[in-house]
């Protein structure tokens, strides 16, 4: 099954211990991979026959 934005969007991360990631960094980068995703679907969708 092919992920969606809401998807990306609503991925929660487990910290492990003090070296665990960038929480901000993180979230940046999502938002980011959302907003590309959504594009190329919008993308899609606009090529496809309709019908």
């Known amino acids: ?28 980068f999502l938002d980011e991979v959302i907003a590309s995703y959504q594009q190329v679907l919008n993308q899609n969708k606009d090529l496809r026959p309709i019908g």
């Not at 992920?3 to 487990?14: A, C, Q, R, W, Y």
């Open 1 to 28: 099954m092919a992920l969606s934005p809401m998807d990306i969007h609503n991925k929660e991360f487990t910290r492990k211990g003090r070296n665990g990631y960038a929480a901000q960094e993180v979230d940046d």
